[in-house]
């Protein structure tokens, strides 16, 4: 069964850095999301991406973050310098034009020190 | 997007039905409602959706009532590895989905 990957699995950050979170989708699937779970917290959506643009984002995605298509199959998500408060769980997921469900990847747990 | 409301723990005996309750009383008419799970950590789960209809799949039931406001998920023989934070969603189709804080499910042997 396809499934959506992410890699890596854990990333260790000093915070201040760069951090570029990959996440491979399913291959046919248009639409692609990133979300967020603190430690304890509700997963929250982050933003979607669909046509090579950004069709929704929430507040938490501000000029910190960016995301990116850069080939047919890869979808990335730039962190541009890292606060502790970025520490997270971070997971990918994508959907086909005619699916309703989203497919989650298994995350990348993000940590800053 | 529908505010849902759902109890914050249940438990169920192993073998038997897990029926899990969601409040939207806001959902609008173009909202699916939507369940998802997730266990321990791992990335959330679909397990069904419906938007009038009652909806049956290979893992759950679905139950909506006739007025929308409110369903009900059914794990027909709940086993330990269906222990997890089941979440009810209402959205659309291809846009975000706004996960609350859910209900966690302890399936007891």
């Known amino acids: 069964e396809p499934e959506v990957t992410q890699t890596p699995s854990h990333q260790v950050t000093q915070m201040g850095q760069e951090v570029i979170l990959r996440c491979v989708p399913i291959?046919?699937?248009?639409?692609f999301y990133w979300y967020r779970q603190i430690l304890g917290q509700k997963v929250e959506f982050l933003v979607s991406?669909?046509?090579?643009?950004?069709?929704?984002k929430s507040e938490i995605f501000d000029d910190q973050f960016s995301v990116e298509r850069p080939d047919g199959s890869n979808f990335t998500l730039k962190i541009r310098s890292t606060k502790l408060e970025d520490s997270a769980m971070y997971f990918c997921?994508?959907?086909?034009?005619?699916?309703?469900?989203?497919?989650f990847g298994p995350g990348t747990r993000l940590t800053v020190t | 997007d529908a505010k849902t409301t759902q109890p914050p723990s249940m438990d169920c005996a192993e073998g038997r039905a897990a029926n899990l309750p969601c409040n939207h009383s806001?959902?609008?008419?173009?909202?699916?409602v939507y369940w998802y799970r997730q266990i321990h950590s791992q990335g959330p789960q679909y397990i069904i959706h419906?938007?009038?209809n009652n909806e049956t799949n290979e893992m759950a039931s679905l139950i909506i009532t006739e007025d929308r406001k409110s369903s009900t998920l059914i794990l027909p023989h709940a086993t330990l590895r269906d222990t997890a934070v089941y979440y009810c969603?209402?959205?659309?189709?291809?846009?975000?989905?706004?996960f609350g804080k859910g209900t966690s499910l302890l399936v007891t042997p």
């Open positions: 806001t959902i609008s008419g173009n909202e699916y």
């Open positions: 419906g938007l009038k």
């Open positions: 291959s046919n699937h248009l639409y």
């Open positions: 969603i209402g959205g659309i189709s291809g846009y975000a989905l706004n």
């Open positions: 991406f669909y046509n090579n643009e950004i069709s929704e």
């Open positions: 997921a994508s959907t086909g034009l005619v699916d309703y469900e989203q497919y």
